[in-house]
């Protein structure tokens, strides 16, 4: 039993000098660039839940993906160069917030673990653990977005003209969202039957949309329909009843494609193509008996910074 015991004394002043030699966590963390944290933010979270700013000098936690996307999260643990756990966490539906501390959670949980393991004689062994279990709540939140677009309209009306086009959307899961906007446009001037006509459109839109990401960038495929009105006011004509200002129902049907490009964890940069098929009267007419076809299809390129509010 001697023998035994002071191999046992031996070992645990080993791991004591061990664990006296330590450096600060920030040293010891390692994270792939992703849209929701960097090693900085991480670093402070899990200091919060390890409740110390170091770990033993031989532990490194290295994080790898991106919480929203489609891979998922991998947190791999080291001590002396060699892995001793691994833990991938899928696709997150939950805020930048909520997913940053879970990961921070499990990997504390890890790193407590792992210094706690001993490999000495009657010492208890004990594998790191790098499992998470959510926090309790009935649904995680969808996340709620912002835009304000500049766009460009052609086919709508009967020349190109400019618009602004804000939104605001809704994730009701992680692939599908929806989407509502409006449009207003810029004046269309055009000569027709001797005068002069101005039209211009105010119109709603409204879209359910399939989401896609892909490392950092966001694709998004769109159906809906727009629905609004055009104003037509004429001047210069002969017959008074050419002149002046009339409104006419606008509805159609549209199709989106956009790409987010993220900026910072809750800013991104939007570029859209719209296109859309009109479903109402498509031609613009004056007393004489002079008209003006309106294409019974259209687009709109447009872009601008989208805002994540949660």
């Known amino acids: 039993m001697q023998p035994l015991s002071l191999l046992y004394a031996s070992c645990v002043v080993a791991q004591a000098a061990v664990a006296a030699d330590r450096r600060p966590v920030a040293e010891a963390l390692s994270v792939q660039n992703n849209v929701c944290f960097d090693a900085p933010t991480l670093g402070l979270q899990l200091e919060a839940w390890l409740k110390r700013s170091t770990v033993e000098r031989d532990i490194s936690l290295d994080v790898r993906g991106d919480p929203l996307g489609a891979d998922g999260v991998t947190i791999e643990i080291r001590r002396a160069g060699r892995s001793v756990g691994t833990r991938t966490f899928p696709q997150f539906s939950v805020s930048c917030e909520e997913?940053?501390?879970?990961?921070?959670?499990?990997?504390?949980?890890?790193?407590d673990a792992t210094e706690q393991e001993s490999g000495c004689p009657e010492a208890p062994q004990q594998?790191?653990?790098?499992?998470?279990?959510?926090?309790?709540?009935?649904?995680?939140?969808a996340r709620a977005l912002g835009s304000l677009e500049g766009v460009a309209v052609g086919g709508l009306l009967p020349t190109w003209s400019m618009g602004v086009a804000p939104s605001v959307g809704y994730r009701v899961a992680p692939s599908i969202s929806l989407r509502a906007s409006l449009l207003a446009t810029s004046s269309s001037v055009f000569v027709l039957g001797g005068g002069t006509v101005e039209m211009r459109a105010v119109a709603g839109r409204l879209d359910g949309c399939a989401v896609a990401i892909a490392r950092r960038l966001r694709l998004r495929a769109c159906l809906g329909v727009l629905a609004g009105r055009l104003t037509t006011e004429g001047s210069g004509f002969a017959d008074a009843t050419s002149t002046g200002a009339q409104r006419r129902a606008l509805l159609g049907g549209l199709s989106r494609l956009d790409l987010r490009i993220p900026i910072a964890p809750s800013f991104g940069l939007l570029a859209a193509a719209d296109f859309f098929v009109r479903f109402t009267r498509s031609d613009v007419r004056v007393e004489a008996g002079d008209s003006r076809p309106l294409l019974p299809i259209g687009v709109m390129l447009g872009g601008g910074p989208e805002l994540q509010f949660w």
């Open 127 to 141: 594998k790191p653990s790098l499992a998470y279990e959510p926090p309790r709540q009935p649904a995680p939140l």
């Open 99 to 111: 997913a940053r501390s879970a990961i921070a959670m499990s990997a504390a949980l890890a790193i």
